[in-house]
Structure formats: structure tokens, C-alpha cells
């Protein structure tokens, strides 16, 4: 079974240009979450979804970023136009049973803002 | 307003002496409490969790322990080992059932 997927592991982009962070849960899991971990913090929760819905995104500030879960595919973190604070590392995480229960990590994204 | 800290950035143990990290918080809501470990270029990966209901459990090397009166809870590995070397996080849960993060703490045993 795989574990949680994500890519690409390492983007670069310019000011203003758009980013697409993806995450594939693993197989059975239908609950899934982004964090983002900026240089010397811990790791803060963005937003919570399940398949098609967007259960919880306090954690998403309020311009330039959505999250989907589609029913089919993997889940998308976008970013548009993109600004130099936005470099962080973005964890993906999903729970197989339950809202919240044990969540387990992918690899990460690196974005990286020039 | 950091809810999950965690004060000591790094810590060096020789390596089959005991390893303590710990993590204090600051909402008396919080009702479940993780530990995840994490590698250089890695996602943090579960180690070992509590209930608010327990002060103790134990899982092999590791073994959390939780007070509650203090609003400290830590993670005890004994005996150390060179793999152990990883950027440790504690999690907690609130009754909102979100996940809070502390910085993490960097755990390096020395052969």
C-alpha cells in the first residue's frame, strides 16, 4: 500500500506565476489535509477536505489560495500569483476513518519563490 | 499564539542513554496528543499518540507521558539509538478537531 503521495517534490517559481501542489492519499483514505511549514515553525494546518468537499479551511488565508478534492484524481493546492512569503515547505497529509483520526504524512513540496 | 510549544530546538544523547523531549500547551481543551518524527526531506511520520483520559503510554522504546495538570507532555526513548536522529513534533488535538503543531525539536544520538 502506498503511503500518501505528492508532487512534485521541489517547485520554483517567479512572482506572480501560479502554483499547483498535488497529493494523493493513500489508498482508502478519504480525509485529507494541508500544512505548510515555514523556515523555523512548526507545521500549521491550512485546510481539511474530503472528496468534493471543503470541510474546514480556517487555516487558508483568504486571497490567492483554494484547495479542491474531486471526486476523482488527486487533491490540488493552488496558489496564484505567487509572492516570495509563499516559499515554505507543504505537507499533505490523510486519515483513513474518521475526521481528524491518526494522520499520515506525504514527502512534502518545496516551493520555492524567486 | 503558538497553542503547542516546544522550548528546546535540539538536543545531543549518547547513543543507548534515555532521550526526553518535551512539549507544553497552552489549551486545557486539547483531548489527544501525537508525536511524529521527521527526516531531512521526509514527511513527518507517526510515532506514538495519547488520549487525555491516559498519562502513560508506551510502544516498544517509546513512551509518552502526559500531565495534565501541568500541561506538559513528553516523550521518553530509551535506549537511544543512531536512527533515532530526526526532527521530533508533538501534535495536539482540540475539540474542533484540529491538528496543532509545535516547532519541533532536533534529536541527535551520538555513537
Known amino acids: 500500500n502506498a503511503g500518501v503521495m505528492q508532487n512534485p517534490r521541489h517547485l520554483v517559481r517567479r512572482r506572480g506565476q501560479e502554483a499547483r501542489l498535488r497529493c494523493s492519499p493513500m489508498?482508502?483514505?478519504?480525509?485529507v489535509y494541508w500544512y505548510r511549514q515555514l523556515p523555523e515553525e512548526g507545521l500549521k494546518f491550512m485546510v481539511y477536505?474530503?472528496?468534493?468537499?471543503?470541510?474546514?479551511e480556517s487555516g487558508m488565508p483568504k486571497e490567492r489560495f483554494s484547495a479542491e478534492f474531486p471526486k476523482e484524481g488527486p487533491s490540488i493546492l493552488r496558489i496564484q500569483q505567487v509572492v516570495r512569503g509563499d516559499s515554505a515547505a507543504y505537507f499533505c497529509?490523510?486519515?483513513?476513518?474518521?475526521?481528524?483520526?491518526?494522520?499520515?504524512f506525504g514527502p512534502g513540496t518545496r516551493l520555492t519563490v524567486l | 499564539d503558538q497553542q503547542v510549544k516546544q522550548n528546546s530546538p535540539s538536543l545531543s544523547v549518547q547513543e543507548g542513554r534515555i532521550s526526553i523531549l518535551n512539549c507544553d500547551y497552552t489549551?486545557?481543551?486539547?483531548?489527544?496528543f501525537l508525536w511524529y518524527k521527521k527526516y531531512p526531506a521526509e514527511g513527518p511520520t507517526f510515532l506514538i499518540s495519547?488520549?487525555?483520559?491516559?498519562d502513560k503510554n508506551e510502544d516498544g522504546r517509546f513512551t509518552v507521558f502526559l500531565n495534565k495538570s501541568a500541561k506538559h507532555l513528553s516523550l521518553h526513548i530509551v535506549p537511544s539509538q543512531p536512527g533515532d536522529s530526526a526532527v521530533y513534533f508533538c501534535?495536539?488535538?482540540?475539540?474542533?478537531?484540529?491538528?496543532?503543531f509545535g516547532t519541533g525539536t532536533s534529536l541527535t544520538v551520538i555513537p
Open positions: 495519547i488520549s487525555s483520559i491516559k
Open positions: 489508498k482508502g483514505h478519504s480525509h
Open positions: 501534535a495536539a488535538r482540540d475539540t474542533g478537531n484540529q491538528f496543532y
Open positions: 477536505l474530503q472528496k468534493e468537499n471543503i470541510i474546514d
Open positions: 489549551n486545557s481543551m486539547f483531548d489527544y
Open positions: 497529509a490523510s486519515s483513513p476513518w474518521a475526521p481528524w483520526d491518526t494522520q499520515y
